[in-house]
């Protein structure tokens, strides 16, 4: 079941169904797990040979902010674009994706 969730949310809306159906104990951990997957695959969505940003990542209960480099998103605005949809997803289930980029 909980290889079915991680696999079964890791991209689009999230899934209810198979978020429901996860015991309590586990609820915290596998959206916690989901959030890095969603998150790897929307920074490695065009298989592109560049490496991916070298970011910083701050977590909280239901809450992600990532860092990124300055200028990041400015040279990435499709890769930006889909961080800011995974945002509306993942808050439509309670967690925050906040997203930000170094001030120097």
């Known amino acids: 079941q909980l290889l079915a969730c991680l696999v079964g949310n890791h991209r689009r809306k999230l899934e209810p169904d ?6 309590a104990d586990w609820q915290t951990p596998i959206i916690r797990l989901i959030v890095l997957l969603r998150l ?3 920074l490695n969505r065009a298989r592109s040979s560049d490496e991916a940003p070298a970011m910083q990542l ?9 860092l990124f480099p300055k200028y990041w998103f400015t040279a990435n ?10 945002q509306e997803y993942l808050g439509g289930r309670g967690f925050e994706l906040a ?3 170094a001030s120097d």
Request: proline share 3%; aromatic share 0%; charged share 20%.
């Open 18 to 23: 198979l978020l429901d159906a996860i015991k």
């Open 58 to 66: 701050t977590g909280g209960a239901n809450r992600l902010e990532a």
């Open 77 to 86: 605005p499709l890769t930006h674009a889909d961080l800011m949809q995974e």
């Open 99 to 101: 997203l930000a980029t």
């Open 40 to 42: 790897a695959v929307v």
